[in-house]
């Protein structure tokens, strides 16, 4: 679906919606009297009624039902579905059952998630509970209770708890397309929340991008099992979510990404932790919404790579990337979540991502992995009232995953924390120590019994069996026995190692290799 399609799809629906909507005063006259049941059965009643318009469903008017949600407490008993009583209208103070209900006659994809969330704040919530509370609506009543409701009660709230006077009743009711927001109705909006604190939003859209084989895909994929588990993320709390990596670029290979990830955490990645294979077009509708049909409402959803979801436009075009960007917009409104882009950087590394500057203006948070001569670190690019700019590095270690039908091993890796060149540990300082990692250094030159890919090493690091490393250190202990030569140099090996200077590992076949840590 093109960009102008799209666009004509919204104003089309924004016109339906906006010739549905009554006056306000139309809209307060349709609102159940307060001295009426809930669901009156006089069809009669109703037929004089003119329905309340329905709002469409768009941040503006669910932040405006957020709004006007906080001002009502949840913590009430569950009622029987009406929200006031008696001849002056007053909250009957057993309203939560209708407050559901008012938000499930929205129709609203986010509606349900919304009004849980709210709901939650009460000591009386269960999942079993809400859910029978929603299940329970009759969008077929007669006479159901709308979201009017909602704002009549909020504002009812506004003048007990508040000391402003006179405030319209409009306040909180659903208006046009357009909303004048005072600095007081901005304070009441909910405060932004984060899936990965000072770093990504809970919803939004945002990007990790960088040159090929920098390491992204990785460094994604161990972002989005942290999220999925609500771990630290390189000392970023994460907030647990369900996360759907879609993998349009070395599919392959993720079952071993996967069993790497696993072997070097010692645990399985969380059930809410799903990977989609099939390919997906951010630029076709249908891909879109069949997408989000199967997408947990609230997901961090992977999208690796962005190339690969938009193959035939052109990114460096306005048009196209408008179109991509309307995508992902699309599918995380549809999904009330966060979607992240795995994308490319240029030719030039130091312009950014590839493609039109409109989709970083776009992202409400951004990731760049680098990769030089010193190693990988990843920065925060971009970030919503968070600390942007901060580079922090990072190694990928290799891992054996099993073995193929020749009998080799299967490898992949995993990102693991590095330290950066502030925190290099020092080289040792005495004459012993200084001289046997001086023969490691120089046996390794020589590139005699070298193997990269090592278990547990960085990505091509040059390791060496330690056997080869003893016997190199002995050649050089001149002033030590002959006899001991041997034991003096496997001793200062496992000194090096013990403080941070050589790394060590053992691979399946029971050998020994060392390597010199960056």
């Not at 941040?59 to 039902?65: F, Y």
């Not at 076949?509 to 960056?518: A, E, F, H, R």
Request: charged share 20%; net charge neutral; proline share 5%.
């Amino acid at each position: 679906m093109s960009s102008n399609q799209y666009v004509t799809l919204v104003m089309l629906r924004d016109l339906v919606s906006e010739l549905t909507k009554e006056r306000i005063s139309t809209m307060q006259q349709a609102f159940v009297p307060a001295n009426q049941p809930l669901f009156q059965s006089n069809r009669s009643s109703l037929s004089r009624q003119p329905a309340p318009s329905i709002p469409f469903e768009n941040s503006t008017e669910v932040a405006k039902l957020q709004s006007a949600l906080a001002t009502i407490s949840s913590d009430v008993p569950r009622g029987d579905g009406s929200m006031f009583t008696g001849p002056t209208g007053n909250p009957n103070g057993s309203y939560w059952l209708g407050v559901v209900w008012a938000v499930a006659s929205l129709g609203w994809i986010s509606g349900k998630q919304v009004v849980r969330e709210w709901s939650q704040k009460s000591m009386r919530y269960t999942d079993s509970g809400f859910d029978k509370a929603w299940s329970d609506f009759n969008a077929n009543h007669p006479n159901p209770v709308g979201v009017g409701s909602i704002y009549k009660l909020a504002q009812s709230f506004v003048h007990t708890t508040s000391s402003a006077k006179n405030a319209p009743v409009e306040e909180f009711l659903p208006s046009g397309k357009y909303a004048l927001l005072s600095a007081a109705d901005v304070m009441r909006l909910p405060a932004p929340t984060w899936r990965v604190k000072r770093l990504l939003p809970d919803k939004g859209l945002a990007a990790i991008y960088g040159p090929s084989a920098s390491g992204k895909s990785f460094l994604a994929f161990d972002l989005g099992a942290c999220i999925a588990e609500g771990q630290l993320w390189f000392g970023h709390q994460a907030i647990a979510a369900p996360v759907v990596y879609v993998m349009l670029e070395g599919e392959a290979g993720v079952k071993k990404r996967l069993m790497a990830w696993e072997k070097s955490r010692g645990r399985s990645l969380p059930a809410i932790f799903s990977t989609v294979l099939q390919s997906v077009h951010l630029t076709d509708e249908h891909d879109v919404l069949s997408l989000a049909d199967v997408v947990p409402k609230g997901a961090v959803i992977f999208i690796d790579t962005l190339n690969r979801a938009a193959p035939t436009s052109d990114e460096n075009s306005s048009k196209d990337m408008g179109a991509i960007i309307e995508g992902a917009n699309m599918l995380r409104q549809l999904t009330d979540g966060l979607v992240v882009l795995v994308h490319h950087t240029g030719k030039d590394t130091t312009q950014g991502m590839r493609g039109h500057s409109s989709l970083f203006a776009a992202l409400d948070g951004a990731i760049e992995v680098r990769r030089n001569s010193t190693g990988r670190t990843w920065t925060v690019a971009k970030t919503k009232d968070g600390e942007d700019g901060k580079a922090t590095p990072f190694q990928l270690v290799v891992h054996d995953v099993g073995t193929d039908t020749d009998g080799e091993f299967i490898t992949s890796c995993t990102v693991e924390a590095a330290n950066s060149a502030i925190f290099v540990k020092a080289p040792p300082s005495h004459a012993g120590p200084k001289s046997t990692l001086k023969a490691i250094a120089d046996l390794i030159a020589t590139g005699v019994g070298l193997m990269a890919g090592i278990n547990g090493a960085p990505v091509q690091v040059r390791c060496i069996k330690v056997d080869d490393a003893v016997t190199a250190v002995a050649a050089t202990l001149v002033a030590v026995k002959s006899n001991k030569r041997t034991y003096t140099a496997r001793r200062r090996i496992e000194s090096l190692t013990n403080s941070g200077h050589l790394g060590g590992s053992i691979d399946k076949t029971g050998d020994s290799w060392c390597w010199i840590k960056p």
